[in-house]
């Protein structure tokens, strides 16, 4: 159709050059946030261009809602303002039809933006973050201490004082195994064990079990029976949030079964469907409020645009915080400020002019 053309002509050029400017300033808040340190610690002008071209793709990820909702409400704010809108609703035209390009835009942005942020964006912020860790000195450590996890369904539960992952080694071991019940089966104890590719080597390792109604021990023969994988024991030193949907999916199963804390990464987990919505949710807000002005149409669609998104963004941070802290479920910590928005999306279109 042709004003189907005419609109999106209209809005690529204000989109192209929101979302380029959203996405510096969102560069340049990083930036200014460790630009201290940066010079504390004498990182080389390259160093730290590359740390922020990196963050780049992050930057545009989160520029791409806002730019959507500003260059949809301008353009059609601008059309109102120059009488173009009243000439299309005399045609008999209805103002969803008109608009409709917009919303597969922002549709077509909703698919584009959780695909970005899964193939693009984590593995660049991962390295971003590496780089940022080297520039600053931080030291990172893949190995835990006094861990403690379950293993078999809960059949399992290992006691461990010291993993060395670069080892792969075990120090401090102990073993419990359960029935079915909960019953106590045995104990087994060992100085450490190694990992040998298939499974756990003990040393030194001693069994407990109950005979005749006493608690006797004994040597432990060679065994294979204890295969839980290396990767197991450093879990939790593995941040969600670098990690792309389906590791997280894993990273989620592995601490649910190794009775590990779970429920912050299972939010994020959520959070990384429901975020990749907001670009169709501000399609809709912003072909509602698009005709509303008629004088200072940038400066009010802007206005409007800041104002929205601020408000979106704050009820998402409140319920996903209270998510994390297990007070409400994390399916709706991540999904009910997209829920909210859409029906108040959907109001004010039914009230827009026509």
Same mark, same amino acid.
């Given at each position: 159709m042709i004003l189907d053309r005419y609109l999106v002509r209209q809005f690529l050029p204000i989109f192209i050059v929101a979302i380029g400017m959203f996405a510096f300033v969102l560069s340049l808040i990083d930036l200014?946030?460790?630009?201290?340190?940066?010079?504390?610690?004498?990182?080389?002008?390259?160093?730290? *261009?590359?740390?922020?071209?990196?963050?780049?793709?992050?930057?545009?990820?989160?520029?791409?809602?806002?730019?959507?909702?500003?260059?949809?409400a301008y353009i059609l704010g601008d059309l109102y303002a120059r009488n173009e809108l009243?000439?299309?609703?005399?045609?008999?035209?209805?103002?969803?039809?008109?608009?409709?390009? *917009?919303?597969?835009?922002?549709?077509?942005?909703?698919?584009?933006?959780?695909?970005?942020?899964?193939?693009?964006?984590?593995?660049?912020?991962?390295?971003?973050?590496?780089?940022?860790?080297i520039a600053l000195r931080h030291q990172t450590s893949e190995n835990n201490s006094d861990i403690v996890i379950k293993a078999r369904q809960g059949q399992l539960i290992y006691s461990i004082d010291y993993y060395d992952h670069a080892a792969q080694i075990l120090n401090g071991v102990s073993i419990?195994?359960?029935?079915?019940?909960?019953?106590?089966?045995?104990?087994?104890?060992?100085?450490?064990?190694?990992?040998?590719?298939?499974?756990?080597?003990?040393?030194?390792?001693?069994i407990y079990q109950w005979e005749d109604g006493l608690l006797r021990y004994q040597v432990l023969p060679p065994t294979d029976a204890y295969q839980e994988?290396?990767?197991?024991?450093?879990?939790?030193?593995?941040?969600?949030?670098?990690?792309?949907?389906?590791?997280?999916?894993?990273?989620?199963?592995?601490?649910?079964?190794?009775?590990?804390?779970y429920i912050?990464?299972?939010?994020?987990y959520y959070h990384r469907f429901s975020f990749s919505t907001v670009s169709f949710i501000v399609m809709i807000l912003s072909i509602s409020m698009?005709?509303?002005?008629?004088?200072?149409?940038?400066?009010?669609?802007?206005?409007?645009?800041?104002?929205?998104?601020?408000?979106?963004?704050?009820?998402?941070?409140?319920?996903?915080?209270?998510?994390?802290?297990?007070y409400i479920p994390t399916l709706v910590g991540a999904w009910f400020p997209v829920v909210v928005f859409i029906i108040i999306g959907l109001l004010l279109l039914k009230w827009a002019k026509t």
């Open positions: 200014f946030a460790n630009l201290v340190r940066y010079l504390n610690y004498e990182v080389p002008f390259s160093q730290i *261009l590359k740390i922020s071209l990196f963050y780049l793709p992050k930057s545009v990820s989160y520029a791409l809602p806002i730019s959507l909702l500003f260059a949809s009243t000439a299309i609703f005399s045609s008999g035209i209805p103002f969803w039809r008109f608009s409709l390009s *917009l919303v597969i835009i922002g549709f077509m942005a909703t698919i584009f933006s959780f695909f970005f942020d899964d193939v693009v964006v984590i593995p660049t912020l991962r390295v971003k973050n590496e780089l940022a860790r419990v195994e359960q029935n079915s019940q909960g019953a106590f089966v045995s104990l087994i104890r060992a100085q450490r064990a190694t990992w040998n590719g298939e499974y756990w080597e003990f040393v030194n390792p001693v994988q290396p990767d197991t024991f450093r879990r939790h030193a593995v941040k969600h949030e670098e990690l792309p949907v389906r590791e997280a999916k894993f990273l989620i199963q592995d601490l649910q079964a190794a009775g590990l804390p912050e990464a299972q939010a994020d698009g005709g509303r002005f008629r004088k200072n149409i940038l400066l009010m669609s802007l206005l409007a645009s800041l104002s929205a998104a601020v408000v979106f963004y704050v009820m998402e941070m409140i319920t996903m915080m209270m998510a994390k802290l297990g």
